[in-house]
């Protein structure tokens, strides 16, 4: 596990300070991965540096399994980075060394004998599914493979932390896709407490289970990812799926946006279309599974004359319902 307490980071002296990260505090459990987005600017890649211990903090704390690492020397902080493994958008890997090589730099630099070296290195490529590419140079291998060897070789001193920062920008999405279910596979087998920092919010949606959104150096909104995605009122989760444009609602209609908030039957819409005796139409709709639940928002329209009718409909069916045009707060939500 890993906890940030109060973590401050400014670069600069008196009127020329610059406060970059701003007394975060968060946690990040075993088994656990915590995504954390911003706008450019925001402080992320300094978040990295900081987390990796790369940059020392102005004050605050971080902590990993109950060890202050903020406390240490320069020789202890050394064997003390061994806990946390990165892996960054370049993939850093030495273009003169094979894969394995690549991998097995880490336990080189420790001193382990050859013997374990290559034990360890085998392991290591067969779990990020690479046997077959050990020999193989940086060149050779596409961008989600080198990725790959990056995560292997993060890996290779066993820490209890990931920090990945941006990397899975710039892969293509399947190449993507096989990275996130690489990392939720090393959550789940390891036990790692996994820090993703990126500015990609689909990926998150795939991966993360907790998510922070970073703002001028501060948290501004945090929680679980399903959480948010089921608010219709959080900024975190509405940019992390922003409503589909849809097509507009026919004059005399009322259009009404609604958002899965809780457990929704599968045929509510037909349910509700036959309780209020017409047809709704779905002008745009999002709807998805994440972590095994459905979460999503709709547009629909419907003759205005219903909206008296339909409001408490929808949200007797578990969503929470807006007509589109009024007023910003949802007109009515669930009651659990
Ligand atoms: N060494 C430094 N000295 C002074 N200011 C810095 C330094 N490094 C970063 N900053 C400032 O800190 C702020 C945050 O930068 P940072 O690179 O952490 O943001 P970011 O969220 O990673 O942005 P991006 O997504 O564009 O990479 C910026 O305003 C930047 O100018």
């Not at 902080?77 to 094979?98: C, K, V």
């Not at 490529?125 to 050779?140: D, T």
């Not at 087998?189 to 820090?195: A, T």
Request: aromatic fraction near 2%; hydrophobic fraction near 45%.
């Amino acid at each position: 596990m890993i906890q940030l307490d109060q973590l401050t980071k400014v670069y600069g002296h008196g009127a020329g300070a610059t406060t970059v990260l701003d007394h975060l505090d968060f946690e990040i459990a075993a088994g656990e991965i915590f995504a954390v987005v911003g706008p450019s600017g925001a402080g992320k890649s300094t978040l990295a540096q900081t987390v990796s211990l790369l940059e020392r903090p102005t004050s605050g704390r971080v902590v990993v399994n109950g060890a202050d690492l903020t406390a240490l020397g320069e020789r202890e902080l050394r064997a003390a980075r061994r806990r946390i493994g990165t892996i960054f958008q370049s993939d850093g890997l030495f273009s003169r060394r094979t894969a394995a090589q690549n991998v097995a730099l880490p336990l080189e630099f420790l001193g382990v004998t050859p013997g374990e070296r290559r034990t360890r290195v085998a392991e290591l490529l067969e779990r990020v599914g690479l046997s077959a590419k050990a020999g193989h140079y940086p060149h050779q291998l596409s961008g989600g493979q080198r990725q790959r060897v990056g995560i292997a070789r993060a890996l290779a001193l066993r820490p209890s932390v990931l920090l990945a920062d941006e990397a899975t920008s710039g892969l293509d999405p399947a190449s993507t896709a096989s990275i996130v279910g690489l990392l939720k596979e090393l959550r789940d087998e390891l036990g790692l407490s996994i820090l993703f920092i990126t500015h990609e919010m689909d990926t998150v949606v795939q991966l993360a289970d907790a998510v922070a959104r970073l703002d001028h150096g501060r948290i501004a909104e945090s929680g679980r990812l399903l959480d948010l995605l089921r608010d219709p009122a959080s900024v975190l989760g509405t940019l992390l799926r922003p409503p589909q444009p849809g097509v507009p609602a026919a004059p005399g209609e009322l259009a009404i946006d609604v958002s899965y908030t809780g457990e929704v039957a599968g045929d509510w819409l037909a349910r509700v279309s036959r309780a209020v005796g017409a047809d709704l139409h779905v002008l745009g709709a999002r709807i998805e599974q994440v972590h095994g639940e459905t979460v999503g928002t709709a547009r629909l329209a419907a003759p205005a004359e219903l909206r008296g009718r339909l409001l408490p409909l929808l949200a007797a069916a578990g969503l929470s319902a807006h007509p589109v045009g009024s007023d910003a707060a949802p007109a009515l939500e669930v009651v659990a």
